[in-house]
């Protein structure tokens, strides 16, 4: 993840940029091991890449939702293992509870489907 560097969020867009020789086939927006959108790559300049994704109004609720951005994530709907995860922002909304669990067990489970990826990847023959 430490060649993305995140422009923020804005009016429901994320914006960042990816500093690599070539761009990623395809970048899309996960949330909850599956995908919700596909992103936009566009070549700000040689070896800098705008990505741009918009957080889907349906995918909002109340509580604190977890949304990464994968690189070459196939072709479906579901993200492929060999993904790379280049992001992650987290977006609370709703009435903020001092102590949010269900926040925490969100986080939790996006690093674990990270770890579980990186496994399958490392282990795979």
Known sequence: M?????LGLKSGRWTGLLRRETGPNRVV????GRIIADAEVTEDAPGLWRIEATLPVSSLS???QTFSLLGNA??????HPDCELLAEISV???QAAEIDLH???ALIRAELDMLKKEFRRISAP
């Open 2 to 6: 430490s060649d993305f560097e995140t």
């Open 62 to 64: 109340d509580g604190m």
């Open 29 to 32: 927006l996960a949330q909850a």
């Open 74 to 79: 196939g072709d479906g709907k579901i993200p």
């Open 103 to 105: 926040a925490e067990l």
């Open 92 to 94: 609370t909304s709703g």
